[in-house]
């Protein structure tokens, strides 16, 4: 039987960084040093965002973006469907109500007109996620937010190098949100970073997440606010910017697998995640839709007895356990998704041939009873 296949493998290795990470331990310097302001001119740098607040996860970068623009209790808050779930715990947490938006089933992103069809003067936000990576559909869901005054939030959590006719995400909404857990392509860990081009929110956000702090009274800090601790260390931060060199690179290579993949799959039935036209799609994660012959739980389980391991595309946050009981408006192409997508192993040494014929033998075997 062959090696286990895992379904991801990050793009950072100790002898990357084991010389700088001397440096950090020696000088004492663990945080708030140069290599955090090195990774935030690099963050600006790549996406050409104008601000980078690092965050601890995308998670805070997220609840931050609802508070600098005051969403309250009594707002309500316009998310993508198709998303993991702190794209709505968030809008829970400030004590705001998640408006579940249903997806394209084609591209897995927030639907323009069922947007349009929910918006009503509560609605002071919408949380657009780029799905698995893509931003595909992200410029039209911008222009309804243009034309009714509501500022857009891009849960860009998966989407860091990937962009819309040639501009990158981290310049295309009023606030994006990134994750440097390790399950994303580019990892510190645990982390992410709001970019904005707006200097009014870059300066609240710092702020919030340094105690409240803002420039000096006399020798000491100012504290002008109160506020929290969202800092990254210098050993996160050095990961990070390590990443960001190599990232159109990754980006590219995992393209070439996942065209790969889907020459030899699409054929069997298997579709694969669509790309409006402009996208640059990072490939965070190669998802396709099952074949309606067979069930996607059987294939998971047949892949895993081979040794390769696969999960589910997403889920559908309107209907978990916890949003069904409170809310009961399960968007019906977010958990088809749910039920029928398969994330695959995509990175530079995944044998392509074994993956895809292994699921060739499963779906020759297996029909849906
Ligand atoms: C991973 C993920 C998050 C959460 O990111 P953390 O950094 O772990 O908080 C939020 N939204 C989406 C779409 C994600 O994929």
């Known amino acids: 039987m062959n090696e286990r296949i895992k379904l991801i493998k990050p793009y950072i290795s100790f002898n990357e960084v084991s010389t700088e990470l001397e440096e950090i331990f020696e000088s004492g310097q663990l945080t708030k040093g140069q290599h955090v302001a090195k990774f935030v001119k690099s963050l600006t740098d790549y996406t050409g965002g104008q601000y980078a607040v690092p965050m601890t996860s995308a998670t805070t970068a997220l609840t931050m973006c609802l508070k600098v623009l005051g969403i309250k209790k009594g707002d309500k808050v316009a998310i993508s469907d198709f998303s993991f779930p702190a794209t709505a715990n968030v809008v829970e947490d400030v004590e705001a109500t998640p408006i579940f938006i249903d997806v394209d089933k084609d591209t897995y992103n927030m639907s323009v007109d069922d947007l349009r069809s929910k918006i009503d003067d509560k609605v002071k936000a919408v949380i657009f996620v780029d799905a ?55 990892t510190t860990g645990e982390g992410g970073a709001i970019l904005t081009n707006n200097a009014e929110y870059a300066t609240w956000l710092d702020m919030k997440a340094n105690h409240g702090a803002s420039g000096l009274r006399g020798k000491v800090f100012d504290f002008v606010d109160f506020g929290y601790n969202y800092r990254m260390s210098e050993i996160q931060a050095l990961m990070g910017w390590k990443q960001v060199q190599k990232l159109d690179g990754i980006t590219e290579r995992r393209n070439l697998i996942a ?13 694969r995640q669509q790309i409006a036209a402009g996208v640059y799609h990072n490939i965070q994660s190669l998802i396709f839709t099952v074949p309606e012959t067979v069930q996607r739980d059987d294939l998971i389980d047949y892949l895993a007895k081979h040794n390769i391991e696969s999960t589910l595309g997403t889920y559908c946050l309107s209907g978990t356990t916890f949003y069904s009981n409170k809310y009961n408006t399960i968007q019906p192409n977010a958990q088809w998704l749910e039920n029928n997508t398969i994330t695959l192993p995509c990175y530079d040494d995944v044998d392509v041939q074994l993956v895809a014929n292994t699921i060739k033998q499963f779906l020759s075997q297996h029909a849906k009873t």
């Open 132 to 186: 698995l990576g893509s931003p595909s559909g992200l410029d039209k869901i911008k222009a309804v937010c243009e034309e009714f005054g509501i500022p857009l939030i891009e849960d860009a959590a998966c989407a860091i190098g990937s962009s819309i006719d040639g501009v990158k995400v981290g310049n295309l909404a009023d606030l994006t949100c990134f994750s440097f857990h390790p399950r994303k392509l580019l």
């Open 259 to 271: 065209n790969q993949y889907a020459e030899i799959l699409e054929p069997l039935g298997m579709k």
